[in-house]
């Protein structure tokens, strides 16, 4: 049976009027982090996750086809598997992105509560694809560190200028700092070879909003979304900008004796 997106926000929503007020709060936290609810003073504010988490008992182990019927099921058993399922994702995301990103930096419990409201609507609308092949808790815990890290990498070009991706202060561009310094002295002169009659033929085909494109997408890798946004162009018009860029490039490149996939591997070696 497959969700619908209402249907899933329609049933997380409908534990406030069910859970006692401690799986009440942890399941729907997100929306009370940053207000007062009415008729209490900022010192009455629900609990933080982590303190509920500290005082819950540990949760009952259910197998992967538990998990499947317990959130198939409208009513009591979807409410609780909903809420134990937000505590198992809530309290695994500090270690999983421990590498990305600190639990003490200031914007982890805003992120972690995002990403775990999205997950559970994410698993609901998604049951159906759970093959079996691992834990339920494994394949879930995967949805929200795939949704973290997507949102993490938004968030991180969400104040970037397209122009400082395309030169440096000195007014050097970018795609001539990407040589590897580690690799020998051979190879070295040759990326840098590579990489400047690539650079030049760049400057010399491509317009301004094309090199702009270019550089944030391929060779800084921001997302699709976050450089449409920024120069006020539909992704489906980006798409084409960006295939035409590329066959400019790979004509010239062609007429100059250096193949695209040659231009590639020194990209993705530097």
Same mark, same amino acid.
Request: one cysteine or more; hydrophobic letters at 35%.
């Given at each position: 049976?497959q969700?619908s997106?209402a249907k899933s926000?329609?049933?997380?929503? /409908?534990?406030?009027?069910?859970?006692?007020?401690?799986a009440?709060v942890?399941?729907q /936290?997100?929306?009370?982090?940053?207000?007062?609810?009415?008729?209490?003073?900022?010192?009455? +504010?629900?609990?933080?996750d982590?303190d509920?988490l500290?005082?819950?008992?540990?949760?009952?182990?259910?197998?992967n086809?538990?998990?499947l019927?317990?959130l198939?099921t409208?009513?009591?058993?979807?409410e609780?598997?909903?809420?134990?399922?937000?505590?198992?994702i809530?309290?695994g995301l500090?270690y999983?992105?421990?590498?990305?990103?600190?639990?003490s930096d200031?914007?982890?419990?805003?992120?972690?509560?995002?990403?775990?409201?999205?997950?559970?609507?994410?698993?609901?609308?998604?049951l159906?694809t759970?093959?079996? +092949?691992s834990?339920f808790?494994?394949?879930? /815990?995967?949805?929200?560190?795939r949704?973290?890290?997507?949102e993490?990498?938004r968030?991180?070009?969400?104040?970037?200028s397209?122009d400082?991706?395309v030169e440096?202060?000195?007014g050097?561009?970018?795609?001539?700092?990407?040589?590897d310094?580690?690799?020998?002295?051979?190879l070295a002169?040759?990326q840098?070879?590579?990489?400047?009659?690539v650079e030049?033929?760049i400057?010399?085909?491509l317009t301004?909003?094309?090199r702009?494109?270019?550089?944030?997408?391929?060779?800084h890798g921001?997302?699709?979304?976050?450089?449409a946004?920024k120069?006020?162009? /539909? +992704?489906n018009?980006?798409?084409?900008?960006l295939?035409?860029?590329r066959?400019?490039?790979?004509r +010239?490149?062609?007429?100059?004796?250096?193949?695209?996939?040659?231009?590639?591997?020194?990209?993705?070696?530097?």
């Amino acid at each position: 049976m497959q969700f619908s997106q209402a249907k899933s926000r329609d049933s997380v929503a /409908h534990m406030e009027c069910t859970l006692p007020i401690t799986a009440y709060v942890s399941v729907q /936290h997100v929306r009370y982090t940053s207000t007062v609810k009415a008729g209490l003073s900022p010192k009455n +504010r629900f609990p933080a996750d982590q303190d509920l988490l500290q005082e819950a008992p540990k949760l009952a182990e259910r197998k992967n086809e538990e998990w499947l019927s317990d959130l198939r099921t409208p009513g009591l058993a979807q409410e609780t598997a909903l809420s134990d399922l937000r505590s198992i994702i809530r309290s695994g995301l500090p270690y999983a992105l421990s590498n990305y990103l600190s639990p003490s930096d200031p914007q982890f419990d805003d992120l972690a509560e995002e990403v775990t409201q999205d997950t559970l609507l994410r698993v609901l609308d998604n049951l159906d694809t759970f093959e079996g +092949r691992s834990k339920f808790t494994t394949w879930v /815990h995967k949805i929200a560190v795939r949704i973290a890290l997507t949102e993490l990498r938004r968030k991180r070009w969400q104040d970037v200028s397209l122009d400082s991706l395309v030169e440096t202060e000195d007014g050097q561009m970018s795609i001539s700092l990407m040589a590897d310094p580690g690799v020998g002295p051979e190879l070295a002169t040759e990326q840098i070879d590579i990489l400047t009659r690539v650079e030049r033929i760049i400057l010399e085909e491509l317009t301004d909003k094309q090199r702009s494109a270019l550089m944030a997408t391929r060779i800084h890798g921001m997302p699709m979304d976050s450089v449409a946004r920024k120069m006020g162009m /539909h +992704r489906n018009a980006l798409y084409k900008l960006l295939h035409d860029a590329r066959l400019r490039l790979k004509r +010239r490149l062609t007429e100059e004796g250096l193949s695209p996939e040659e231009a590639l591997r020194t990209f993705e070696a530097g």
